[in-house]
């Protein structure tokens, strides 16, 4: 598959501060990646170094080829990106605001409307942008970040403001371009959102990457037990919880479910004398660890001295 993004062994210091130290990995097309990581992990400053807006101290950054902090970096037409917190002009429309970014990127005027349907703004294309609220003003944001059909998409907390339906739109928006060969890099706090859209994850702390892959490698590496609940008939929970006291600590849940915190190696084997023939367990519900669980594993377990 190939690499829209490369950054080898990359550093940024900010005087004294590194905010970046030795990163590495690619980015490929037809991709979605979460960027995770707390306040000051890095997250901003690696968008910011691959769009060309500061360069990096050591190491190479490569964006579709080319290096994007060069003074001729063409391929940006081809990036679309939505920082953290959007401002826009107040005393303009959304539709002149949207035109304005559209001669920017050197696109016709005729994808302007189409776009503002397609965010839900077509009903507000002609009110002024500072009658806007949080969330039409994020919706404003993504439309510019569409424009062109962009091959790498660069979102720093997109859907932050927008209300679940809306949010749901989306993430359908993203998946589209995916699906078409974009790379999409989404860096937010929502981790149960991205848990459930990601392909792969690269977790930042304290400038450092400290964990990069899928859910399942990442719960491969980090060993995880994944918990196990049972929900039981009333008149047979004391002869489930009797018979499974063996296997480990069982624990009661809500009055008629036992809960129990499966290691890796035991899993299927926990699974396999929970529902043995003649137990009264109506139902089984395994839940491996989530990303917001291994998120808390790997800042913990690689800890970055200061």
Same mark, same amino acid.
Do not use: C
């Given at each position: 598959?190939?690499?829209? /993004? ?16 030795? =990163? ?10 979460? &960027?995770? %990581? ?6 901003? $400053?690696?968008?910011?170094? *691959? ?9 190479? #950054? ?30 303009? $429309? ?19 409307? !189409? &776009? ?12 002024? /942008? ?5 969330? *039409? ?21 997109? @859907? ?22 974009? @790379? ?19 977790? *930042?702390?304290?400038?450092?990457? =400290?964990?990069? %892959? ?11 037990? $994944?918990? #196990? ?27 008629? *479910? ?21 137990? !009264? /367990? ?6 491996? !660890? @989530? ?16």
């Amino acid at each position: 598959m190939t690499a829209t /993004v490369e950054i080898a062994k990359v550093t940024k210091r900010f005087g004294k501060v590194e905010a970046v130290r030795d =990163v590495s990995f690619s980015l490929p097309e037809g991709a979605t990646i979460a &960027l995770v %990581g707390h306040n000051g992990a890095g997250k901003t $400053t690696l968008l910011k170094l *691959m769009l060309g807006l500061i360069r990096p101290s050591q190491g190479r #950054i490569a964006v579709l080829g080319e290096d994007p902090a060069a003074g001729e970096f063409a391929a940006r037409r081809h990036l679309g990106y939505l920082p953290e917190n959007v401002s826009f002009n107040a005393a303009l $429309t959304g539709r002149e605001t949207l035109a304005f970014y559209a001669r920017l990127k050197r696109e016709g005027g005729d994808a302007v409307a !189409p &776009l503002l349907e397609r965010v839900g703004l077509g009903h507000a294309a002609d009110r002024r /942008v500072g009658t806007y609220s949080k969330g *039409m003003r994020q919706r404003l944001g993504l439309a510019q970040a569409l424009l062109g059909e962009p091959r790498i998409l660069l979102l720093d907390e997109p @859907t932050t403001g927008l209300d679940p339906a809306l949010r749901q739109s989306f993430y359908e928006i993203v998946e589209a371009l995916r699906r078409r060969g974009a @790379t999409v890099l989404l860096s937010s706090h929502a981790l149960t959102e991205l848990e459930e859209r990601a392909g792969r994850v690269v977790i *930042m702390n304290r400038g450092l990457k =400290v964990a990069d %892959g899928s859910l399942d490698e990442l719960r491969h590496i980090a060993r995880l037990p $994944t918990r #196990i609940r049972l929900t039981v008939a009333a008149s047979g929970l004391a002869e489930v919880e009797g018979r499974l006291a063996p296997l480990g600590a069982w624990r009661r849940v809500n009055g008629h *479910m036992l809960e129990i915190d499966a290691a890796p190696d035991r899993k299927i084997e926990l699974l396999r004398r929970a529902t043995a023939e003649g137990l !009264p /367990v109506e139902d089984v519900e395994v839940a491996p !660890p @989530t990303l917001d669980e291994l998120y808390a594993h790997f800042l913990r377990s690689q800890e970055v001295p200061l």
